[in-house]
């Protein structure tokens, strides 16, 4: 790794407010905290759950590529996407080699004593973007999943209830 000028502005585009501006309406809580009176409520909200999830994959991939562009490219820390076997994705710091993974790289790299206080920071930023945007999906995928279940829970009750309607009438 190369020194990079400690006086040096390293450009690079933080996730701001208007990168949010999409999800903050579909994402709103006053959707989740009602009365669901029918698993079409629940499977519209694990559908809205799916959507937010692809827009933070989206945010995702933004703090990936801006973190690949120089110069931290020039690193041997790498942010990348990682997809888990329960269908979410998450940002993951590795090696340029990827034989190691975790926060530990990230720690070592900023460490690392020819790095410049501005790539510190700049690793720094990127650091707390990937704790919240994966906080963030953690929290939708979880909603999702249980918004799912629920949603088949309440198709269940709904067919014990028919059955039971049925074998009722059928004894009259």
């Known amino acids: 790794m190369s020194p990079i000028n400690p006086t040096q502005s390293i450009p690079r585009d933080v996730l701001t407010a208007d990168a949010y501006r999409q999800l903050e309406h579909a994402a709103s809580l006053k959707g989740l905290l009602k009365p669901f009176k029918s698993k079409g409520e629940l499977e519209h909200l694990a559908q809205v759950a799916r959507d937010i999830e692809a827009q933070l994959r989206q945010l995702m991939e933004a703090v990936m ?3 690949g562009r120089p110069p931290y490219s020039l ?3 790498r942010l990348v996407l990682q997809n888990t076997g329960s269908g979410s ?3 993951r710091w590795r090696t340029r080699d990827f034989a190691r993974m975790g926060v530990a790289v990230w720690e070592q790299q900023v460490a690392h004593p020819a790095l410049s206080p501005a790539m510190r920071e700049g690793l ?3 650091e707390c973007e990937r704790i919240a945007l994966n906080l963030q999906m953690s929290v939708v995928h979880s909603l999702f999943r249980q918004a799912t279940t629920c949603a088949i829970k309440m198709a269940s009750a709904e067919q014990v209830l028919r059955q039971l309607t049925t ?6």
Not at 167 to 172: F, G, K, L, W
Request: charged share 15%; proline share 0%; no cysteine.
């Open 75 to 77: 690193l041997d820390t």
């Open 89 to 91: 994705t998450f940002l």
């Open 65 to 67: 590529q801006q973190a």
């Open 124 to 126: 720094y930023q990127f």
């Open 167 to 172: 074998a009722v009438e059928v004894s009259r």
